[in-house]
C-alpha cells in the first residue's frame, strides 16, 4: 500500500499551480479534481476565453 503524504484537492489554476511547485518534495503530491478533466470547472463558465489588451 501507498502513503501519500501531500493531496492537492482541486485541478484549477491553483490546485496544478500547488501540485507543480511540491513536485520537488519527495513523495510526489497526488492531485484529486472531481470533473473529468485537469482546470477545474472554469471552462464550463465561459463561451470564450479571449484576451483583453489595451495594446495594439
Given at each position: 500500500m501507498e502513503h501519500i503524504e501531500?493531496?492537492?484537492i482541486g485541478?484549477?489554476?491553483s490546485?496544478?499551480?500547488a501540485a507543480h511547485a511540491?513536485?520537488?518534495r519527495r513523495p510526489?503530491?497526488?492531485a484529486l479534481e472531481?470533473?473529468?478533466r485537469a482546470a477545474g470547472p472554469?471552462?464550463?463558465h465561459y463561451d470564450s476565453l479571449t484576451l483583453f489588451s489595451?495594446?495594439?
Open positions: 501531500t493531496t492537492v485541478n484549477g489554476q490546485g496544478l499551480a511540491l513536485l520537488r510526489r503530491p497526488v472531481a470533473s473529468g472554469w471552462p464550463h489595451p495594446v495594439r
